[in-house]
Structures are given as C-alpha cells and as structure tokens.
C-alpha cells in the first residue's frame, strides 16, 4: 500500500468510505470525473491489494452467491460457479471491492494523519479474479491552520439599551396599526391628509386596445406620499359629488410596468371624505390591546420586548462582524465539498422561503440555479470557515456540550415537530443527527464565549 499527495486540505463528521468508490469493469483501468476539489485541501491515496487476496476476495463472495441465489433450472445450492460469476458479475465485483478497500482506505488515510472530508473520487481502478487490485483515488481533507491570537480579535460591541426615542417611535407606530378610516361629517372641502373616497375611470392615451383602467369606492390620501400628484392637485378643495378630470404622467421607473411612461385621463367622482383616525395613547387603548390593566403595563411589556429583540438583533450583528473578522484574520483553504453542501443548504433555505411565499414547484423549477449557485458561493464559503474556526477554537477553549444538554435539545425539537421523543431520538441516533446537534451546540456555546468576551 503507498500515499501519494498531490494537492490538499479540509474536514467531515466521519471518515470517507471507500465503499462508496464506483468499481470499474473487469480488466479496465478506468479514469473518473466527480465534482471539482479545492486542489489546496487534496490528497491522492493509490491502494495496491495483492492477487491472492483479490482471489480469495472473490471466492468468499461467489460461494456466498451460490449459498443464497435462486436461478430456475438449479436447486439451491447447487447453482455452477460460472453460472454465478456470469449472472452476478457486477455485484460481485462490487461487493469484492467494498471488503477489500474501505479498511485499507481508512488506514491509508490515518496514516496520513489526516481528516478526509467527503467521499473520495477514483482516477484509476483495476480489478479482475487472480490480478492485484490496483485504486488511485483524490480526496478533500481539512488542513491544518493556526488561530494563535484569535483571542485578541476584536469587533464593536453595540449598546443593547433600548432609547427613550426609539420606545416613542415604537409606540407611535403601535398607535398608527391601529388606525381607522372614519367619514367627515361636516360639511367641508378636501384638505391634505383627508382620504377621498373616489370612483374612477382611466383611458390610456395612444393605446386604443389597452383595457380601460376603473376602481370603485377607492381611498386616496391627499398629498400623501404615495398618492400621484395629479391627483392630490384635482382632489384638493373637492367635495363630495363632484366629477373631476384628471391627467397623469407616470414616470418610465413606474412600479406598475403597464402604466410606465404612459399618460392616462381620468374621470374621477368623489363619493365621499374621510379622515384617518389614531387612537390616543390612554388605559382604554391598553386594554383593547390585549389584557393589559392599564397603559403603564403595555408600556412595560413593550419594552421589554423591544430590548429582547434589540438584544437578539445586536448579538446576531455583532457574531456576524466577529465570524467576519476571524475570517480575516486566519486565512486557510477550506474543501470544495464542504462548501458546495453549504450551498445546497442556503438554496433550500431560500426555497422554503420562495415556496412560503407561494411561489409554485413549477416556477421554481425554471430559475437560474446555475447563477443562484454562483451567487451564493462568497456567503458559503465565509460561513465554513466560521464553522471550522469555531471548531477549532472550541478544541482549544475545551467546549463541551453534556448528554443532559443535547436531550433537552432533542426534547425541544420533538415538541416543535410534534413527534415522540423517542421516535425522533431513535431517527437522530440512526442518522447521525445527535452528533450533529452537539456539534452545533458546540459551536453555539463557542460563539457565545466569544460575543461575551467583547468589551462594552
């Protein structure tokens, strides 16, 4: 068995399986593309089984065939060799590769002293009864980088109080959600900041076979920052019962694509006026809120939210420059796979949220991924190195996360998925899951050493 380096470097939760190296055919010497590698994170393993083994390989899984197969014409048992060699001949060798290399695989890659991240490509394999087997194959691994002085990276650390004119303006947008529309009852003209209850119809000017533009019982706010000028000049002085015209320009940058750069006359009736009424800011409003005695309760709690999520805030910002500083600090290569998964994870993420917003399977399935991979690579890539900095910080701070801890957090996860906790950890444990959540605590607990370690 020898090792050969050709490239290097970066990591995984567990070791590569050389069971998952794709045989070639009988007597071939085969040369297989994957996915691209970091070159700076590869290494190149070449396996060399000797011939008696390869035989002895074989003979152990054919007799296992002529055991178990059921071919018409044979009793059990009593099938021929070579009727089994050729039946089964792709499983076979398949199966004489998977007891011949994963071991020597392993061993090969201890040797080197190395973590392989990934699942390793074969460049060449040969394979055939009574011959060596003979297997190159590359792998990403993670390499070995330094975080001496991680500790004296700094990032600001932002105050978390909440300011007086931050809860005012917090409470004047609680009172405006609550607003109503309420119709005038004297007898008056339209003034800025009343809402004109209008009908209206629009032509399109040069455009005969455009469809007319129409709305009943519409609310227009005059002067208001989203209503168009033209109407807030005609609206202005109006009262109810009079039919005005209106001609509106609208811009080329227009939201609505159909009437951008287009000149539309209207006729427009106003029907009736009316004003925008904001709640005062009394115990009366308290209550309608919620089940609050008085407004000095709903202040309080509206406060203590806001800290709460100022607080949030604040430290996912502050992690995110700090992550963003380690990053700068420790420069490494990191493993093309571990960066490509991550990319499958942030796409998934942003499709949930696509498909939450209604977007439908078949819309989705005519983006662009190719340039929605591209788009995301600066991000995952930023994001795996914070993750194996965090890795290897919490090594050298001496992290752990106790059994205790992570059955509290499965415990949560079956209550949000409103599965059994038994169920959910048996699937974890089968699946690899409660590694990886402890390594995720790890990480959390890593992280929030760092942000508490930062000076006010």
Not at 83 to 107: T, Y
Not at 369 to 374: E, I, Q, T, V
């Amino acid at each position: 068995m020898s090792s050969t380096d050709t490239l290097e470097n970066t990591p995984q939760p567990e070791t590569a399986e050389a069971a998952h190296i794709h045989e070639g055919h009988e007597h071939t010497h085969e040369h297989q593309h994957g996915p691209v590698l970091n070159p700076d994170c590869t290494r190149e393993l070449v396996l060399d089984v000797p011939a008696d083994e390869v035989s002895k390989a074989f003979r152990g899984v054919v007799r296992s065939y002529q055991k178990y197969a059921r071919i018409p014409g044979f009793r059990p048992g009593k099938v021929p060799e070579s009727v089994i060699r050729r039946r089964f001949a792709a499983e076979i060798r398949k199966e004489v590769i998977d007891s011949l290399l994963p071991e020597r695989f392993n061993k090969g890659v201890a040797e080197l002293g190395i973590k392989p991240v990934g699942q390793p490509q074969v460049t060449e394999l040969t394979i055939d009864d009574g011959q060596p087997l003979h297997v190159k194959a590359v792998f990403e691994y993670l390499t070995d980088f330094s975080i001496d002085g991680y500790k004296d990276v700094i990032v600001e650390k932002p105050a978390v109080e909440v300011t007086d004119e931050e809860f005012h303006r917090e409470m004047e947008e609680l009172r405006e959600s609550r607003a109503t529309i309420e119709p005038v009852e004297e007898d008056r003209a339209l003034v800025d900041g009343d809402w004109a209850q209008i009908s209206y119809s629009g032509t399109i000017a040069g455009d005969d076979e455009a469809a007319p533009l129409a709305g009943e019982d519409s609310l227009v706010e005059v002067g208001g920052k989203d209503t168009v000028e033209a109407f807030t000049t005609v609206l202005r002085g109006a009262k109810p019962g009079q039919e005005l015209k209106a001609e509106v320009i609208y811009p080329a940058d227009y939201p609505d694509a159909k009437l951008a750069n287009k000149t539309v006359a209207y006729d427009v009736t106003v029907k009736a006026i009316k004003k925008r009424i904001v709640p005062e800011l009394n115990d009366d409003f308290a209550k309608e809120m919620g089940n609050y005695e008085n407004l000095d309760e709903l202040k309080n709690r509206v406060r203590e939210h806001m800290a709460n999520r100022k607080r949030r805030s604040v430290e996912a910002e502050t992690k995110d420059k700090l992550f963003a500083a380690l990053n700068e600090r420790f420069q490494f290569p990191v493993p093309e796979s571990l960066v490509q998964d991550q990319i499958d994870t942030r796409l998934e993420r942003g499709l949930r949220a696509l498909a939450a917003q209604g977007m439908s399977t078949d819309q989705m399935r005519k983006l662009d991924f190719a340039r929605l991979r591209a788009a995301q690579r600066d991000g995952a890539v930023a994001e795996v190195k914070a993750t194996l900095l965090l890795d290897r910080i919490a090594e050298a701070e001496g992290i752990t996360v106790t059994d205790e801890e992570v059955e509290r957090e499965v415990h949560i996860a079956a209550l949000q998925s409103r599965e059994p906790v038994e169920t959910l950890r048996q699937r974890l444990t089968q699946d690899g899951g409660l590694a990886r959540i402890r390594e995720q605590m790890k990480r959390e607990k890593t992280a929030n050493l760092l942000y508490e370690r930062l000076p006010a």
